[in-house]
């Protein structure tokens, strides 16, 4: 079992910063794939970022949506079991709760990564707000 928790959101100007942090406490996700989504009011949930895991434990690749890339970067600590995910040049369109997400990609039953139902641990999110 991992269990995620989300910290690090906040209210922020438009074009400004911010920096998610997603720990696990109990085991590690060295292994794991982990990703980033968020989910807007009356909106579906979307994906964000993932950290992939590429064959050795080590080897990993990130992955963006469109509408992030250039302006997040997803990184991972394997000693502090964290996976940072740096926002800039933030939009009010980026006001969302974000959660991170992790699974074991080799019991992942062929699920594509930037579908939620790839992850079967979940954070309980946490709130990003984008003035204009």
């Known amino acids: 079992q991992v269990q995620l928790v989300e910290s690090g959101g906040g209210l922020v100007q438009a074009g400004g910063s911010l920096e998610l942090s997603c720990a696990t406490f109990e085991g590690t996700f060295s292994g794991y794939n982990v990703g980033w989504f968020r989910q807007a009011p009356r909106r579906e949930r979307e994906f964000v970022a993932a950290?992939?895991?590429?064959?050795?434990?080590?080897?990993?690749?990130?992955e963006y949506a469109d509408s992030v890339k250039g302006r997040f970067t997803i990184s991972r600590d394997n000693v502090k079991n964290t996976v940072t995910l740096q926002m800039s040049g933030l939009k009010p369109e980026d006001t969302a709760v974000y959660y991170c997400?992790?699974?074991?990609?080799?019991?992942?039953?062929?699920?594509?990564?930037?579908?939620?139902?790839?992850?079967?641990?979940w954070g309980q999110g946490t709130q990003v707000t984008v003035s204009s």
């Open positions: 950290h992939r895991r590429l064959g050795g434990i080590t080897n990993y690749y990130a």
């Open positions: 997400a992790a699974a074991d990609p080799f019991r992942s039953g062929g699920t594509y990564y930037r579908d939620p139902l790839h992850y079967p641990y």
